[in-house]
């Protein structure tokens, strides 16, 4: 290697370097500190006895003092070097976000971990930010659903933002465009992709949360999910709502119409929509899942699976990320190399006195 590209290789790594304290900045901090007033302290105290002829240190043991408080200061410091990558370590668990945006997700008859009262999907948006902290480092897919279709709106990706970003946009459709709830409305869709992940991650640990009402107003049967049992090693159906039930919005460009509501053509009243945990028991026997209520008192956050896999891989992602390395040890080689240096002189020393 040529001094030009010596040197531009020293700079190029200088200037990624940058202190990261293990221990924090308030400890690394004040561990530095300490340290660097020792350093100055030995050099007082040195020069103050050498002048006073009351001391039969040498120069060469302060200097060694002085280096060491040094050393360790900086290593308090913990100095890294920063590096940007497009590679990821991924757990190898993929996890299917299914929310139902029908007009009935609109009734504010829903609770999550308090007894405040909110709609059906604001209580699925909080359910699907506790599941994407459940699974750390895992990959996820969103999926919602109408009437009549399954979109997925989120491919599967590492990045839980994204899955927390889209959750958070969710609106209901508007009810002009329902045409009732049906079920099976994200089958076909769920098939596909649970399928093609199979196929390309065969090892991975594949789970799936439908978050859903449970209702059902089409007027079809509702195909069975047990299609979906063979690409799964587990699912849950997660209810949002109350068996009590509340009056259904209008819904209009995503808002509800302030005391406008659908009503029942049978009877021309308001109709009123309630949690089926019925349904949702049984779409998760079909799975071999789990059905989960969440309320007042009941959260997503002990919903998590217990088949997430223990496995990771190296994937390669379009966004590139910071990665800070510590590089401590040659610092740790220094102190000891010092340590050991000191205690010799201080050997030394005690045999002269002797």
Request: charge should be neutral; hydrophobic fraction near 45%.
């Amino acid at each position: 290697m040529s001094a030009t590209n010596l040197w531009q290789s020293i700079t190029g790594t200088l200037s990624r370097l940058t202190f990261n304290p293990a221990l924090g900045w308030p400890v690394g901090g004040l561990i530095a500190a300490v340290m660097i007033g020792l350093a100055v302290a030995a050099v007082i105290v040195h020069v103050r006895r050498t002048r006073a002829q009351t001391t039969d240190e040498t120069t060469a043991s302060c200097v060694v003092r002085v280096l060491l408080c040094v050393t360790v200061a900086v290593m308090a410091l913990t100095p890294s070097i920063v590096s940007t990558t497009t590679s990821q370590a991924v757990n190898a668990t993929d996890v299917v976000v299914a929310v139902d945006v029908t007009g009935s997700m609109a009734v504010a008859d829903a609770q999550y971990g308090s007894a405040e009262s909110m709609s059906r999907l604001d209580a699925a948006k909080r359910a699907v930010a506790d599941i994407t902290s459940l699974y750390a480092d895992a990959s996820f897919m969103g999926l919602r659903f109408g009437g009549s279709a399954g979109t997925v709106d989120v491919p599967l990706t590492p990045d839980a933002r994204a899955i927390n970003t889209w959750a958070n946009t969710l609106a209901v459709e508007a009810t002009n465009v329902s045409g009732g709830s049906s079920l099976d409305a994200p089958l076909d869709a769920l098939l596909v992709n649970l399928k093609s992940i199979r196929e390309s991650r065969p090892n991975d640990a594949i789970i799936l949360y439908l978050i859903t009402d449970g209702e059902e107003t089409g007027s079809t049967t509702r195909r069975s999910y047990s299609t979906l049992r063979k690409y799964l090693n587990d699912g849950f159906t997660v209810g949002v709502g109350s068996t009590a039930g509340g009056k259904i919005p209008v819904i209009r460009d995503g808002s509800a119409v302030d005391g406008s509501w659908v009503t029942d053509p049978d009877t021309g009243q308001p109709g009123i929509s309630k949690l089926d945990e019925t349904t949702l028991k049984n779409i998760a026997d079909e799975i071999s899942g789990t059905y989960v209520a969440v309320n007042a008192n009941a959260t997503m956050a002990n919903g998590v699976s217990q088949q997430r896999s223990q496995q990771w891989r190296v994937t390669t992602t379009v966004k590139q990320r910071t990665r800070t390395t510590p590089i401590v040890w040659p610092l740790a080689i220094v102190a000891a190399v010092l340590f050991a240096a000191q205690i010799g002189m201080w050997i030394v020393q005690s045999r002269r006195l002797l």
